[in-house]
């Protein structure tokens, strides 16, 4: 059974590690692939193996996914803390750009409650940052929400720290979600101190690094077209090689601690922090149960120093062009 982690200083109790939902409904995969049966089955599997913390977004199949973990949640909503996101504008079901505007914020949390089936958010996220609606306004409807009851705690996504410290001086900001992994780490001079600082937790997304830490991965033209990784740069050409290369670090100390790979990565992030807290993605309950033995794996000090200097350098930028301009930094 999970241990429970404070995520934050603010209150805020979940799972040592969670369950990323997306790729049940979108980006990995074709459609023909999903099973929504075997999904409930791994949420399901998940409540059974202690994971209390679900992670979703109005984002992911356009509400699809909040309907999708509503209904596996029944029946035990007051067992779990339930995350989801806001943020995007959304035109002929397809994204089109970003809107966190105060009367967006407040309907798409209208719109998150009735697909969740649920009278409360517990974690809402901005998705990503809108250059266009200062921060303070966007996090002063989020905080209305919370003196209404509709949501419980805050959080931000791929923000910067300036932008994190101006959303925490209007209402405290429980959680960060962002990309970190052995694969990427970006957060570690500047966002992560600026966490700690002002005791926000940290949430990793991608902690697999996409399937390349658990050595599940296939060059960028053997996926479906409409699977994230056919466009993802570190899948490409040379630079699909070059990052082969660099994670069999992960691989090799995986096969000497009787491990796989992917358990290698996540007990690595659990080692960085007890207010870090990982959402691996998965739609099958097999995966699930090998993320979370990955928090009985124990690695020494020496291993992590080695971990740590082995993938400091990936090939190629972790989104295209377009993707990384919605980042926050």
């Not at 089955?41 to 973990?69: K, M, P, Q, S, W």
């Amino acid at each position: 059974m999970l241990s429970k982690r404070n995520l934050g200083t603010h209150g805020l109790s979940v799972s040592a590690l969670g369950l990323g939902c997306m790729g049940m409904s979108q980006s990995y995969g074709s459609p023909e692939e999903r099973d929504e049966h075997e999904s409930l089955a791994t949420i399901h599997r998940a409540l059974e193996l202690g994971v209390t913390f679900f992670d979703t977004a109005e984002a992911y199949g356009i509400g699809a996914n909040e309907e999708l973990l509503g209904r596996g949640l029944a029946g035990r909503r007051d067992d779990v803390i339930v995350a989801t996101k806001f943020g995007f504008r959304f035109e002929n079901n397809a994204i089109t750009g970003v809107d966190s505007r105060p009367e967006n914020v407040r309907a798409a949390v209208e719109g998150s409650l009735r697909r969740l089936n649920t009278d409360r958010i517990d974690l809402i996220y901005q998705h990503r940052v809108d250059p266009a609606v200062p921060i303070e306004e966007t996090v002063g409807a989020m905080a209305e929400l919370v003196q209404s009851g509709k949501v419980r705690y805050l959080g931000l996504s791929e923000a910067s720290a300036r932008t994190i410290r101006r959303a925490h001086a209007v209402h405290p900001i429980a959680a960060l979600q962002s990309e970190y992994s052995l694969w990427e780490r970006n957060l570690e001079d500047e966002i992560i101190p600026t966490l700690r600082e002002l005791g926000i937790g940290l949430v990793p997304f991608a902690p697999l690094g996409r399937g390349f830490l658990a050595g599940t991965v296939k060059r960028a033209e053997d996926y479906p077209s409409d699977d994230f990784r056919r466009n993802d740069p570190r899948y490409q050409g040379e630079n699909f090689d070059a990052n082969m290369r660099a994670a069999a670090a992960v691989r090799e100390l995986a096969e000497k601690k009787g491990a796989t790979a992917g358990q290698i990565a996540l007990a690595w992030l659990l080692h960085k922090g007890d207010d870090v807290v990982p959402i691996p993605g998965t739609k099958r309950r097999t995966y699930l149960e090998e993320n979370v033995a990955a928090a009985d794996i124990s690695l020494t000090p020496q291993e992590m120093t080695e971990l740590d200097g082995a993938l400091k350098t990936v090939a190629g930028p972790r989104y295209n062009e377009r993707q990384m301009a919605m980042v926050d930094r």
